[in-house]
C-alpha cells in the first residue's frame, strides 16, 4: 500500500492521482458567451449532476497547474452567468477533444471543432447541434476553492431548459444508454465508452490544431469521412509537404493507382481505414495527393 500526503507531492503528480482513481468521470461539454457575445465551447471533466428539485449541475474549470491562468469558461461564466452543458456521445469525441485545445481567446471553438451553433430558447450561449441533450442553465453561483494552479471553481449550475433527441430514447420512454452512447473519462489519454469499454484519444496540450474549419472544402463535405474523423485531421498541426506526399503514394503501387483513378469516395474510405489504425499523417498524404 502507498500512502501519500497530498502536500508532500507537487500538484501535477497529486492531479495524475486524482484523475487516475476517480474515474469513469462523465463530461461537461460547457458553451458560454462573454460580455461581447463572443462564443466559447470548451469540456470539463469534473462535472455532475447534483440536485433534481432544483435540477442542479455543478462543473469546475480549474486554473492552471502549469501557469496558474484561468480559463475563458470561467471568465465568459463571471460576465454572463449562463451556460449550455452538452452532453458528449462517442460519435463526436475526436471534435470535442480537438475542442479543448488552447486557442486564443475570441477563437470560435465550435468553428474549430467542426460543431454547428443553435440558438438556446432562453439563455444567450449557443447549444452544440450534434449534442444528445442539451441543458440550458443559469448560473446560481461560482465559488473559488483556492488562488493557486490546480484550485477548482464551482460554477452551480440551474437547468432552466432540457433538449433531447429522440433517437436516445428506448421502448421505455427512458433513456437507453446504448443509444446515447455517452463517453467519459479517466486518467492520462483514457476514455470510456458507456456501451463497448475504454479507448484513447490524445489530448491536445502541447498543439494548436489547424482545426475543422480550416479543412479543404471537398474533405470538410465528404460523405464519406465522419464528425470524429474531421476531428483527427484538424487536430494537426501543418500539412504534410508536397515532397512528403508523392514519396508516399509511389511508394505504393495500391495507392498509386487508388490515387489514378480520382474517386473521391473510394479514397477516403481508404484515408478513414488510415485514420482508424490512428495513422492520421498517412491520412493526410493520401487525401492531399493530386495525381
Known sequence: MISISPQDIPVGKLHGYLLGSVAPRPIAFASTVDKDGNV???????????????PILVFSPARRGRDNTTKHTYENILQVPEVVINIVSYA????????S??????VNEF??????EMASEIIKPPRVAEAPVQM???VNEVISLGANGGAGNLVICEVVKIHMMEHIFGEDGHIDPHKIDTVSRLGDNWYGRAKEGLFQVPKPLTTLGIG????????????????????MLGNVENFPSGEEVDAFINASEELKHLASQKNSVAIHRRAQEFLCEGKVNEAWKLLLYKA
Open 40 to 54: 466559447n465551447l470548451s469540456p470539463f471533466s469534473f462535472f455532475n449532476v447534483f440536485s433534481a428539485n432544483p
Open 92 to 99: 463526436m469525441v475526436q471534435q470535442m477533444s480537438l475542442s
Open 101 to 106: 485545445t488552447e486557442y486564443a481567446k475570441g
Open 111 to 116: 468553428k474549430k471543432a467542426g460543431f454547428t
Open 136 to 138: 440550458e442553465c443559469k
Open 212 to 231: 475543422v474549419d480550416s479543412l479543404p472544402e471537398e474533405i470538410k463535405n465528404s460523405t464519406v469521412l465522419t464528425g470524429n474523423d474531421l476531428g
